[in-house]
């Protein structure tokens, strides 16, 4: 599966921004899909995941009631709707495949950068 990631920039505290990540090859293999954000310094964090059969989804806590993850399984494509963005949320976004329910080491994407300004 090879994932493209897109969407990121530079927006003010408070705006939004819509991340895509389509998936091509493989795509019968996805068993779930996910975003995982790395800020400058940090590790590497998980965002949220959507499953691709029945779309339940999961988030962490620092951006709940902000982000929204969503797919279109005709365009094998997962967003990340992100709203009342914060300076904390900079990160480089990557977009991650599990493809067996054990955890998303299979596949990521190259990531997009966002970067919020106060």
């Known amino acids: 599966v090879q994932l493209q990631a897109s969407g990121g920039g530079l927006v003010q505290a408070g705006g939004s921004l819509r991340l895509s990540c389509a998936a091509s090859?493989?795509?019968?293999?996805?068993?779930?899909m996910g975003w995982f954000r790395q800020a400058p310094g940090k590790e590497r964090e998980f965002v949220a995941a959507?499953?691709?059969?029945?779309?339940?989804?999961s988030s962490a806590d620092s951006v709940k009631g902000r982000f929204t993850i969503s797919r279109d399984n005709a365009k094998n494509t997962v967003y990340l709707q992100m709203n009342s963005l914060k300076s904390e949320d900079t990160a480089v976004y990557y977009c991650?495949?599990?493809?067996?329910?054990?955890?998303?080491?299979?596949?990521w994407g190259q990531g997009t950068l966002v970067t919020v300004s106060s």
């Open positions: 991650a495949v599990d493809s067996n329910g054990l955890g998303f080491s299979d596949y």
């Open positions: 959507i499953m691709w059969s029945g779309g339940m989804t």
């Open positions: 090859g493989h795509t019968f293999s996805i068993y779930r």
